[in-house]
């Protein structure tokens, strides 16, 4: 099969998310890994009563709420309606935070993740070489897509994607058809002219399989495809596997 165009999974597969780069914090004696304890300063003088522990747990729930809502119907549940379920959560009325606050929350937790994801150095030459081929595209399952974007940006490979697209930008997440369409659209191919590649099985491997794309599965360490999932066409160990085995025109399996 010849492909018009490569798509990518971003998190654990162009970029691997680091959370011993996150910053440590103190709470109740335990020490974690958190941005709570550069987000707490910024909201304590709207938060009267709020302390840092307290801040910390309902940080946690608000992911938690935020991924069971997720899981209900893979609409994208965005970090700005993140923070007012956390605010929510803390018995403050979200119309009494600032948009001003509600930034600085964002942008504060934006950099200390940007910090923890690392691009592997080998990723930026198989980048490279494939974008002289083949169109390239991201579709990411993320809530909040100057991120995504930031750490394209700092990595000096946005400009090899002719189509990035966060789920936070279009409201649905993978495995939803309705975000690998719209990967599809922004680079002019169909379905079955590209071949899309990802670590996670129930996201990636069947959302793209779902819409009628060749899949390649960044499987690292072997494990067998899970039930109900449809079989990938590629099994990969590494990103640097894709560009001979696009070459040799062979399936991985
Ligand atoms: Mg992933």
Redesign the pocket.
Known sequence: MTYGAILF?????LVRFDRSRLPEVQINGRTVRSTAGHLFPILAPYAPGVDLARFFEALIWSWQEAERMRAVDHHEVAAPERFRLLFCHLGLDPTRISSEVVQALLNTHKHYLSQAAEFPPPHRAVLSTLSRRYRLGIVSNFDYAPTAHGILDREGVAGLFQAVVISAEVGWRKPNPIIFEAALRHLSVAPREALFI???PD??VLGAKGVGMDVAWLNPDGEPVPPGIPAPEYEVKALTEIGPLLASGEPGL
């Open positions: 999974d971003l998190f654990d597969t990802g670590d996670r996201i990636d």
